[in-house]
């Protein structure tokens, strides 16, 4: 994991190389949703890198798909500030925080083609969403959707009336551990609550005792997570997701060991690990879809994968996203044709879940990742004047700046409530 040090630390002393190792360790590398944990065996998505061919211009087609569209410039975005919603958003997050120097990709909104989707407002929303419960459930990107949401929700404005309700779900942080599995909030104003718990495969985590080597944990494919089984039934709102820990870096790094019918998998069916995703998503999605009828409230929605945009390989092997211009893609997504997550796609067909399919539109993105920005010194007092110029860059093309693309997958999922 530390194979790649050489690379991010460039020129200064061997103390100041110190220094931003240290830093780094602290906030970055014990964090799940680090790219640098990222393997080179990550499983590629096979995104072609233009856009779907156009069709000739369909006859004014009535039925609204929310995932065909375009971006188009906005003078009212962002919907908050990304250097003062500090009380949600995670400062990794937070590029203007993060001192990126280009904020272009903060002013643009989508426009589903054929759809009339209002302008967001958080108090019509948390009016509609009265005594409401909405659920986050999936891994770092995920967490991204329920940071924005938040500040959405809050307009980014300091909101010392929500509060934190985490400890009804669960959710404190266990003694030693950096952080809970997820965090909740309530709106008093009008009992509206909002939650993410982290689940980066939507499959039952259970240790397993007396292992060797120690601390293994039964990945069961066939189960969704116990927090889901139990809480189900107090969610109005719940959106799942998963897919850049099916690899084979993440699963040993997490020691999770992968389990069907209670037993460990011996075949190789199951060995592949692209063929192991593909099982767990469908398994969610029919054990979710038989539970619907028995919450006849809930709203249930599956988000496609969210697309990493590196190029050159990964980031350890200098692979970037350093585009800064935007919609140089393209900045439409027309065609009948279905989602580009072919998985998540079939998995809901059939069922009461929607898709929110965000992957075709966020394709279109590359500029609006975290990519290079440079790391801040947390006390720039403290530290030597150059370090700035010596910071090491962390090219992240797998999480989003916030505000920003996260944002437009909640308006089309506000939308579809
Ligand atoms: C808040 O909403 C929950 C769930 O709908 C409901 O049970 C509870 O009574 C509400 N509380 C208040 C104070 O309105
Ligand atoms: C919210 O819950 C409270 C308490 O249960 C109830 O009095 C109120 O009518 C509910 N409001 C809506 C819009 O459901
Ligand atoms: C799990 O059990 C089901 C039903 O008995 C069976 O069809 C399936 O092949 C089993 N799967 C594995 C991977 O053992
Ligand atoms: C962007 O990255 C590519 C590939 O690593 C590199 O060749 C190019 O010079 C970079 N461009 C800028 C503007 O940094
Ligand atoms: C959805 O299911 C129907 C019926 O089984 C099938 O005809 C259709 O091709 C499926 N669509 C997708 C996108 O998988
Ligand atoms: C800072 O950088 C400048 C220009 O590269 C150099 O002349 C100076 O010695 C550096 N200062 C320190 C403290 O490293």
């Not at 019509?124 to 909405?134: A, E, G, P």
């Not at 959405?152 to 809970?180: F, H, I």
Request: hydrophobic share 35%; aromatic share 10%.
């Amino acid at each position: 994991m530390f194979g790649g040090k050489s690379c991010i630390l460039r020129g200064g002393s061997v103390s100041l190389a110190l220094v931003i190792l240290i830093f780094l360790m602290l906030t970055l590398l014990v964090s799940e949703e680090n790219p640098l944990r990222s393997s080179l065996f990550d499983v590629q998505l096979q995104f072609s890198a233009s856009p779907p061919p156009s069709p000739p211009p369909s006859s004014s087609s009535s039925v609204c798909n929310y995932a065909k569209g375009k971006w188009v410039k906005d003078k009212k975005r962002p919907l908050y500030s990304g250097s003062e919603c500090k009380q949600w958003l995670s400062s990794m997050w937070a590029c203007r925080v993060m001192g990126r120097p280009d904020f272009s990709f903060e002013g643009y909104r989508w426009q589903p083609q054929g759809c009339n989707m209002p302008q967001f407002d958080r108090f019509t929303f948390l009016t509609r969403m009265q005594n409401k419960t909405i659920a986050f459930i999936g891994d770092s990107l995920g967490r991204q959707q329920f940071q924005s949401l938040m500040c959405m929700a809050t307009g980014g404005e300091d909101s010392p009336e929500v509060q934190n309700v985490g400890w009804e779900y669960g959710l404190v942080k266990p003694k030693g551990a950096l952080r809970p599995d997820g965090w909740a909030y309530r709106f008093p104003t009008t009992n509206t609550t909002i939650l993410y718990y982290w689940s980066a495969s939507l499959s039952d985590l259970v240790p397993m005792k007396n292992t060797d080597p120690p601390r293994l944990t039964a990945m069961h494919l066939d189960r969704p997570p116990a927090f889901m089984r139990k809480y189900l039934h107090r969610f109005d709102v719940l959106v799942l997701n998963t897919g850049h820990h099916w690899n084979r870096g993440k699963i040993e790094g997490n020691h999770w060991v992968m389990h069907v019918n209670g037993t460990q998998v011996q075949g190789e069916f199951l060995k592949d690990i692209s063929h192991a995703k593909v099982f767990t998503i469908r398994s969610v999605a029919k054990w979710l879809d038989a539970q619907l009828p028995l919450h006849p409230r809930l709203r249930a929605f599956f988000r496609t994968i969210s697309p990493r945009h590196f190029r050159n390989g990964d980031w350890n092997t200098g692979g970037n996203c350093n585009n800064t211009v935007p919609l140089s893609r393209g900045s439409e997504i027309n065609g009948d044709d279905g989602s580009v997550d072919a998985t998540v796609e079939s998995a809901v067909n059939g069922t009461r879940i929607k898709i929110l399919d965000i992957t075709a539109l966020s394709e279109l993105r590359d500029e609006a990742h975290i990519s290079g920005s440079k790391l801040k010194p947390r006390k720039p007092k403290k530290v030597k004047s150059n370090v700035t110029s010596t910071a090491p860059v962390i090219n992240d093309c797998l999480h989003w700046c916030l505000p920003g693309v996260p944002d437009t997958w909640n308006e089309l999922f506000i939308a579809q409530i």
